[in-house]
């Protein structure tokens, strides 16, 4: 019995360390976070990569993890001075590119939340891109995460390394991918 029980966890271990794929778009390196216990905000970030041949784009992002979900970027206002704000049009993903979000950053904003991220559980996510229509993503809680270090293992551009992935994506079908 405790064999089948290892077996299961590190079934689930790998599945949430694999990147996510749905057509020609791939979620990776997913993690959402907030500050703390008693925040009533969160944010998710990964890296959006667009493996086809058409230009496509983020348009929205919803989840039942708070009463609203926005896409958000940081504007540079000078001094020292940073202020979040919604981006209505989404995030641009070019045809053979990459969009990460990012702390400091574009991200998943969620305001109102419903119940506190818990290190460790997921977040439930639908990504709704223009092109490639709606993905489910289950986005892994990383409270602990550097921010500074990013959490991810970055390759110099001449290696060919991206990093490693985490999350897990299913259509939205439910089937997963």
Avoid: C, W
């Avoid at 079934?11 to 791939?26: E, Y």
């Avoid at 950053?105 to 996510?125: K, R, S, Y």
């Avoid at 709704?128 to 409270?143: C, N, R, S």
């Amino acid at each position: 019995m405790f064999r089948m029980k290892t077996v299961l966890a590190a079934s689930a271990a790998a599945l949430l360390s694999m990147p996510a794929f749905a057509g020609d778009i791939m979620i990776n390196d997913a993690y959402a976070r907030a500050s703390g216990m008693n925040a009533k905000a969160g944010a998710a970030f990964f890296q959006i990569m667009n493996h086809g041949t058409e230009d496509d784009r983020l348009i929205a992002a919803k989840s039942d993890a708070s009463k609203r979900v926005e896409l958000h970027t940081h504007k540079d206002l000078g001094d020292g001075v940073m202020k979040m704000m919604e981006v209505e049009e989404g995030f641009p993903i070019a045809a053979g590119g990459m969009h990460e979000l990012k702390r400091g950053g574009d991200h998943v904003m969620f305001m109102g939340l419903n119940a506190p991220f818990v290190d460790g559980e997921t977040v439930t996510v639908t990504l709704v891109f223009e092109k490639a229509g709606e993905m489910t993503v289950e986005i892994p809680v990383d409270l602990n995460r550097n921010p500074m270090a990013g959490g991810m293992q970055h390759g110099k551009p001449e290696d060919g390394k991206m990093g490693e992935g985490h999350g897990t994506m299913t259509m939205g079908d439910g089937k997963s991918n």
